[in-house]
């Protein structure tokens, strides 16, 4: 190889990492712009989300073709090849290949956190990094974990979140799934500060990405089933359930009371007038209900049992029961 060819290579390592520095020094500064108009990061954003929440899927023909699409991508490729590799690579290796990817997600978090000035966070990230990278060849091993350092998950989208950028419409895109107007707009963000991207063979880095979505949608398998045979809609599920995931990770499991949207078969203006007498009742019917009730003398029954009043959740099917699904994801019961 001539001393030119290697010069120019040098030159292209070095102007990748001097991009990467300068997008997250813009990364950076677009973060402490968003800090210096909102004084309360994330409280701030609350009052704009109110609408969003009450119509959070503006777009929804859009994106049930959309949804249509990547559910028969998914069925026809993606799902068998998922299956394959569960059922015939051994469990060890798949643990191994589930804590390399883990591993890289911690570099990106220990930069988000910081963003989100969560020192502990950054930290504890950092320090996982580092660990498993030196004492768990490379990440196979998840040797921090066994040291019980706890292990967080930031992106962009969180860190847009934390600072007040409101999650906006729901949106499904193309190949990639579930998605809000915030996180497509960080999603450049995030592919620039994965260190696959910065790997200069093309083939191991696409195997390796390719690898990565077999495993996590092979991780996928065990939720998915829950779902099968069920006869609610699969799209206003996945649509919760994801809404619901990301503001858990916004606000770190703990997020705020939020009142829930009237459906149009049930408002609580009916529920309070059917709880409460009329006070237009006619002298009869008084009468009738004074005779019903017990007198003070006669010995007490047992108690009625008390019929709570519905739970609901946006995009919930009128008339359907309210039992709680549990999809897997940390904090978080779908409604069905």
């Known amino acids: 190889m001539s001393p030119f060819s290697n010069r120019a290579q040098m030159g292209l390592r070095a102007g990748r990492a001097w991009g990467s520095v300068m997008l997250c020094l813009g990364s950076a500064l677009l973060v402490a712009g968003l800090s210096g108009c909102a004084s309360n990061p994330r409280s701030e954003a609350e009052p704009a989300a109110a609408a969003t929440r009450a119509n959070p899927d503006p777009l929804e ?62 930290g504890e990230s950092f320090t ?40 906006g419409p729901y949106v499904v895109l193309p190949l990639l799934g579930p998605s809000t107007l915030r996180d497509t707009a960080a999603l450049p963000v995030d592919w620039a500060g994965d260190p696959l991207s910065q790997q200069d063979n093309v083939r191991l880095r696409n195997s390796l990405f390719v690898l ?32 619901q995931y990301r503001r858990h990770l916004v606000y770190d499991g703990d997020p705020p009371d939020e009142p829930m949207p009237a459906e149009e078969d049930y408002s609580d203006e009916d529920y309070q007038e ?63």
């Open 61 to 122: 023909s859009w994106n049930r073709g959309v949804f249509g699409f990547n559910d028969a991508l998914d069925r026809a490729i993606l799902k068998p090849t998922a299956t394959a590799y569960q059922d015939y690579v051994p469990p060890l290796v798949r643990k191994g290949v589930g804590n390399f990817f883990n591993n890289l997600e911690d570099a990106w978090t220990t930069i988000n956190s910081s963003f989100q000035l969560k020192g502990r966070a950054a």
């Open 128 to 167: 996982r990094l580092w660990v498993n990278t030196f004492f768990g060849l490379g990440g196979l091993l998840d040797v921090a974990t066994e040291m019980r350092i706890p292990r967080h998950k930031e992106d962009f989208g969180q860190t847009l979140g934390y600072w007040g950028v409101g999650p």
């Open 212 to 243: 990565g979505q077999v495993d996590n949608r092979a991780s996928l398998l065990k939720q998915e089933a829950l779902m099968e045979g069920a006869t609610f809609d699969r799209y206003v599920l996945i649509r919760d359930a994801y809404l």
């Open 274 to 336: 059917s709880a409460s007498p009329d006070a237009t009742e006619s002298p009869a019917s008084a009468a009738s209900s004074e005779a019903e009730k017990p007198s003070s003398e006669d010995p007490a029954g047992p108690t009625e049992p008390q019929v709570e009043r519905d739970t609901r959740v946006p995009g919930r099917i009128p008339g359907t029961p309210t039992v709680p699904l549990d999809l897997g994801l940390p904090g978080l019961k779908i409604i069905k």
